[in-house]
C-alpha cells in the first residue's frame, strides 16, 4: 500500500497498514469512552500509544503534537484532529500546533502572508472555538521560530539517506526533502531541553501521515549521541469521505463543508449529497438503505450525534427502511445548521484571540508580530 502524505490517500482496507507496524487502537476503544472518535473505532490504529496511556491515567506530563497545512479552507475532514487536540489537552497534554507556511509554500504554492491569514483566521480560530485554550498551547510558524528548531532539522539530514527517504516517499524533490526535514524537527523540538524536555509525545493524525511518523521515529533513535528524544508515539483515525464519494479534498468545494460555510450554503450540500439509499422509495422501504455507504450518516457518527443510543436508532431506521432519504437529509441539515450557527458565534470572538496570541507568541523568540 502506497500512502502519500501530500495527497489524501484512498484505504480501502485500514487493516492492512497492521503489516507495517501500526497496531491495532481496539484495547483503548472502551478505556477512552469520552471520546467518540475513540469509542466508536474511528481511531483504528496507534504506535505506541501505551506510553501515552500510562502518562493520562498517572497524571503525568506529555506532550500532544499536531500541525496545519494553512492552503484551504477548514472543513469537517480537519474538525477530527482539532476535537483530538482539545480532548488531549482535558488528558493533560501540552499542546504543541506547527503552522507548516513553509510546507504550504513549497508543497501548495500558497504565499507566506496568505498562509499566515489562512492560519489565523480558518485553523487557530476553529480550533479556540472548538475549545481549545490558546494560553496552554504553543504555536508556531515554520518560517520563523527559534534557533534550536532548525539546528535540530539541519542536524537530522546527517541522520537519513536519499536512498531511505526514496524507499519511503518515492519520487522526491527538494521541496519534499525540506518539508520531511521541517516535520522530523516540528514533532520532536518540543523535547529539546530549551522547551519541555524528554517527555512522551503523541501525534494524532491521518493514516496518511504515518511515512512522516515511521522516519521521525528512526531519526530520534540515530540522534541519540545528541539529543535525549523518547521516540513519538500517534494515533491514526479513518477519512471522511467526500460529500459525493470519493475524497474529501480542500480543492474540491463540493467534496466537503467549511465550518466558515454559511448554513444555507451546508444545508444545499447536505441535499445533494452522496447516500446509501435505493433507486426508488418503495425498493427503500422494502430493502433499506445501506447507511455503511452513506455520507449523511457519517456526518452523524463523526460529528453529530455523540449519543450512541441515537446513532443505533438512526443506523436501525436507515437499514429497515423506515426512513426515506430526504427526510434523514432534512434532518441531518437541520442539526449541522444548529451546529454551525452556534460554532460561528464563537469564531467571532475567537478570530480576535487567535490573533492576539499568535502575536504575542511570537514575540517571545523574535519572529514578526
Given at each position: 500500500m502506497e500512502l502519500d502524505p501530500w495527497k489524501i490517500s484512498?484505504?480501502?482496507?485500514?487493516?492492512?497498514?497492521f503489516n507495517f507496524g501500526m497496531r491495532s487502537f481496539s484495547p483503548f476503544h472502551s478505556h477512552y469512552s469520552d471520546n467518540r472518535y475513540m469509542r466508536r473505532g474511528i481511531i483504528f490504529g496507534h504506535r505506541d500509544f501505551e506510553k501515552i496511556d500510562r502518562a493520562i491515567s498517572r497524571k503525568e506530563p506529555f506532550i500532544m503534537m499536531t500541525g496545519l497545512m494553512p492552503s484551504g479552507r477548514f472543513h469537517f475532514g480537519h474538525k477530527m484532529v482539532a476535537d483530538e487536540i482539545v480532548w488531549f489537552q482535558g488528558k493533560g497534554a501540552r499542546v504543541y500546533i506547527a503552522i507548516a507556511d513553509i510546507e504550504s509554500y513549497l508543497m501548495r504554492g500558497v504565499p507566506l502572508d496568505i498562509a499566515k491569514k489562512i492560519a489565523?483566521?480558518?485553523?487557530?480560530?476553529?480550533?479556540?472555538?472548538?475549545?481549545?485554550?490558546?494560553?496552554?498551547?504553543?504555536?508556531?510558524?515554520q518560517s520563523s521560530y527559534r534557533p534550536e528548531y532548525y539546528r535540530l532539522s539541519d542536524m537530522a539530514a546527517q541522520e537519513i539517506t536519499l536512498n531511505e527517504l526514496r524507499a519511503i516517499y518515492g519520487d522526491l524533490t527538494p521541496s519534499k526533502i525540506i518539508s520531511v526535514l521541517k516535520q522530523v524537527s516540528d514533532i520532536?523540538?518540543?523535547?529539546?531541553p530549551e522547551l519541555e524536555g524528554k517527555l512522551p509525545t503523541v501525534v494524532p493524525v491521518g493514516a496518511d501521515q504515518d511515512p512522516h511518523i515511521r522516519l521521525t521515529r528512526d531519526i530520534a533513535s540515530r540522534l541519540s549521541r545528541t539529543y535525549d528524544f523518547e521516540l513519538p508515539s500517534a494515533t491514526f483515525h479513518r477519512f471522511m469521505e467526500g460529500?459525493?464519494?470519493?475524497?474529501?479534498?480542500?480543492?474540491?468545494?463540493?467534496?466537503?463543508?467549511?465550518?466558515?460555510?454559511?448554513?444555507?450554503?451546508?444545508?444545499?450540500?447536505?441535499?445533494?449529497?452522496?447516500?446509501?439509499?435505493r433507486e426508488t422509495a418503495d425498493e427503500q422501504r422494502r430493502l433499506g438503505g445501506v447507511p455503511e455507504q452513506c455520507v449523511v450518516y457519517k456526518l452523524y457518527y463523526y460529528h453529530l450525534v455523540?449519543?450512541?443510543?441515537?446513532?443505533?436508532?438512526?443506523?436501525?431506521?436507515?437499514?429497515?427502511?423506515?426512513?426515506?432519504?430526504?427526510?434523514?437529509?432534512?434532518?441531518?441539515?437541520?442539526?449541522l445548521e444548529d451546529f454551525l450557527q452556534n460554532h460561528q458565534e464563537k469564531m467571532r470572538a475567537a478570530r480576535d484571540t487567535a490573533k492576539q496570541v499568535i502575536s504575542e507568541q511570537r514575540s517571545e523568540f523574535g519572529g514578526e508580530k
Open positions: 484512498d484505504i480501502s482496507n485500514y487493516e492492512q497498514l489565523l483566521e480558518e485553523y487557530i480560530a476553529n480550533y479556540i472555538a472548538l475549545g481549545l485554550d490558546p494560553e496552554r498551547s504553543h504555536f508556531w510558524f520532536l523540538h518540543a523535547q529539546l460529500l459525493q464519494g470519493g475524497k474529501m479534498s480542500s480543492s474540491d468545494q463540493k467534496s466537503y463543508i467549511a465550518l466558515t460555510e454559511s448554513p444555507e450554503s451546508a444545508k444545499k450540500k447536505v441535499m445533494s449529497a452522496k447516500t446509501g439509499g455523540d449519543d450512541d443510543r441515537e446513532m443505533e436508532r438512526i443506523y436501525n431506521e436507515c437499514k429497515t427502511g423506515a426512513i426515506l432519504c430526504g427526510e434523514c437529509k432534512r434532518r441531518c441539515a437541520s442539526m
